[in-house]
Nanobody, 119 residues
Framework: VQLQASGGGLVQGGGSLRLSCAASGNMAAIHAMRWYRQAPGKQRTLVASINSGGTTNYADSVKGRFTISRDNAKNTVYLQMASLKPEDTAVYYC??????????????WGQGTLVTVSS
């Protein structure tokens, strides 16, 4: 299984970006899909998550500005980011919890996509 993230870039404060992350490979099911971010010199933190039923959760710092969604037919998760702030600057990583056909599950990570917000 591989995860491919895309959509990062440089944006002015107040602007918007949409991140995507698609999974490929042999999978039985994708359960939770999550976005994390890691700013320079800081730990990786959870930004948003969405479970297989569509329930979403957000970090307080992004509530009302970011929206996570998923397209199960495409094995893809999206993160729509609006009203971006310089403090949103970070490498964003997608994370999927995936089951295989043998009944075991584990986390998989994407390669990260850099989001830079200028002031």
């Amino acid at each position: 299984v591989q995860l491919q993230a895309s959509g990062g870039g440089l944006v002015q404060g107040g602007g918007s970006l949409r991140l995507s992350c698609a999974a490929s490979g042999n999978m039985a099911a994708i359960h939770a899909m999550r976005w994390y971010r890691q700013a320079p010199g800081k730990q990786r933190t959870l930004v948003a998550s969405i479970n297989s039923g569509g329930t979403t959760n957000y970090a307080d710092s992004v509530k009302g500005r970011f929206t996570i969604s998923r397209d199960n037919a495409k094995n893809t998760v999206y993160l729509q980011m609006a009203s971006l702030k310089p403090e949103d600057t970070a490498v964003y990583y997608c994370n999927f919890y995936i089951s295989n056909w043998f009944g075991t599950s584990r986390d998989f990570w994407g390669q990260g996509t850099l989001v830079t917000v200028s002031s």
